[in-house]
């Protein structure tokens, strides 16, 4: 069966100090993977998405950056955090196109501070 | 891209069904109707998936108008578990690849109370 699994599940970073998270799929292969932010009482916005090893498409301007080394493997990652990068992080990945559901990852609260 | 149009937040009472609407007035003849439910401090979960026909699984069944452009959720008896933001997306063929693969952007959703 497949499973994601994203972590940390909590991070408290001081402002200007690096960042980098890791989501890793399993028991799939060539997964689409997205990355997701959601500040607090707010929807979920896209922050980029990639559909191959190295593919990576951004819908947002942003202090952030992603990569995909491996098939199954995507991190998200920042030189130097801003206090606006305070957030929850969601992975998420999908097979196929729209007939095909999506699933999420437990996420990744983060706080700048 | 296609947008859904949601109601803010809705309230239900507890074992009584839930009618969840949502609009997609520019939907595309191969746009797929997605929902997905978020609970407080968690991932979204998928919950039901419909092109032209009505759905039924073992979480919900989903209304698709005639003319496709507005769909139903309905949770048959809400329970005080089902309280979350359920989210309506559409999900496009559009370019080989990358286009699918785009078609997963969630709006802001439905905020569902289960009043006991």
């Known amino acids: 069966s497949q499973t994601i699994h994203q972590w940390p599940a909590t991070l408290v970073q001081p402002v200007g100090s690096p960042l980098s998270l890791e989501c890793t799929v399993e028991?799939?292969?060539?997964?689409?993977l997205y990355w997701y932010r959601q500040a607090a009482g707010r929807g979920l916005q896209l922050l980029f998405y990639s559909v191959g090893i190295g593919q990576i498409s951004s819908e947002v301007p942003q202090n952030l950056s992603a990569s995909r080394p491996q098939d199954r493997q995507f991190i998200l990652s920042s030189k130097k955090l801003l206090l606006s990068d305070s957030g929850f992080y969601l992975c998420?990945?999908?097979?196929?196109?729209?007939?095909?559901?999506?699933?999420f990852g437990q996420g990744t609260r983060l706080t700048v501070v | 891209d296609a947008k859904t149009t949601q109601p803010n937040s809705m309230e239900s009472n507890e074992e009584e069904p839930v009618h969840l609407p949502c609009n997609h007035s520019t939907i595309s003849g191969t746009d797929y109707i997605h929902w997905y439910r978020q609970l407080p401090s968690q991932g979204p979960e998928y919950v039901i998936h419909?092109?032209?026909s009505n759905v039924n699984n073992r979480m919900a069944s989903l209304a698709i108008a005639e003319d496709r452009k507005s769909s139903t959720l309905i949770l048959h008896r809400a329970t005080l578990r089902d309280a979350a933001v359920y989210y309506c997306?559409?999900?496009?063929?559009?370019?080989?690849?990358?286009?699918?693969?785009?078609?997963?952007?969630f709006g802001s959703g439905t905020q569902l109370t289960v009043l006991p």
């Open positions: 997306i559409l999900r496009s063929r559009g370019v080989l690849g990358s286009g699918s693969a785009r078609q997963l952007t």
């Open positions: 028991g799939t292969s060539n997964p689409n």
């Open positions: 998420a990945w999908s097979v196929g196109g729209m007939n095909t559901e999506a699933f």
């Open positions: 419909g092109l032209t």
